[in-house]
């Protein structure tokens, strides 16, 4: 594809419920990042991939979040038993690599919302 | 720790007027700038980005920032904006790419 897809593009959950957001990069990318952008907030680091391994979790918010990368492509970001303050716009980029010159690309994101 | 700062949240300008938007880094080695840039109802972008040689670097749209190693900053500057030039803008550093808060520009026609 031409750039970085997510989906879904909107969700809509109850707390309590998992989600599972998805994001597609640019082909040929090793690296792809996982951010969140709560209304505002700047950006917030979550993780990130090299490959299908991801050297820094540090920056998930609690152990409720994790994510998986499976065949150097696509990524899945699950969110298990949804809290409000979980509301936010979740932003997937992928770079070339992870070097510190590589640009990244962003994704549309996924409005997530928890009632 | 790493980090990458900015100290202007909401910055409101008029149309011609010059920009210069803070970023500062706080960290050594090997430095990498960026700036991106979110215009309303798009994807964020790069705007500019530096990693070595001159330390000013051009970007789209008129934009460009100049890296001081001595001041730890890489500040972003337009010396005329435009009303289009309304959008947030984020500051990143380095390796592990954590972004700046960001500070949103309002332009008034």
């Known amino acids: 594809g031409a750039g970085v897809s997510q989906s879904p593009s909107n969700k809509v959950t109850e707390k309590g419920k998992d989600v599972e957001l998805r994001c597609d990069p640019i082909?040929?990318?090793?690296?792809l990042y996982w951010y969140r952008q709560s209304l505002g907030q700047g950006l917030e680091f979550l993780i990130y991939?090299?490959?299908?391994?991801?050297?820094?979790k540090s920056g998930l918010p609690s152990d409720r979040f994790s994510a998986e990368r499976t065949g150097g492509s696509v990524s899945t970001l699950t969110i298990q038993r949804t809290q409000q303050e979980d509301s936010a716009v979740y932003l997937c980029?992928?770079?070339?690599?992870?070097?510190?010159?590589?640009?990244?690309?962003f994704g549309p994101g996924t409005r997530l919302l928890v009632l | 720790a790493q980090s990458v700062s900015q100290h202007n949240h909401h910055v409101i300008l008029s149309e011609a007027a010059s920009l210069e938007l803070g970023c500062n880094y706080s960290?050594?080695?090997?430095?990498?700038l960026f700036w991106y840039v979110q215009y309303p109802g798009q994807h964020l972008q790069l705007l500019l980005k530096?990693?070595?040689?001159?330390?000013l670097v051009k970007g789209i749209k008129g934009f460009e920032a100049e890296f001081i190693k001595s001041k730890f900053s890489f500040n972003l500057r337009k010396p005329s904006v435009q009303w289009s030039d309304t959008a947030e803008y984020f500051c990143?550093?380095?390796?592990?790419?954590?972004f700046g808060a960001g500070t949103r520009l309002t332009v008034k026609p």
């Open positions: 980029a992928s770079s070339l690599a992870v070097q510190g010159g590589e640009t990244q690309y």
């Open positions: 082909s040929g990318h090793t690296a």
């Open positions: 991939f090299q490959g299908n391994s991801a050297p820094d």
């Open positions: 960290y050594g080695g090997t430095v990498n």
């Open positions: 530096y990693f070595s040689g001159d330390p």
């Open positions: 990143a550093g380095n390796n592990d790419m954590r």
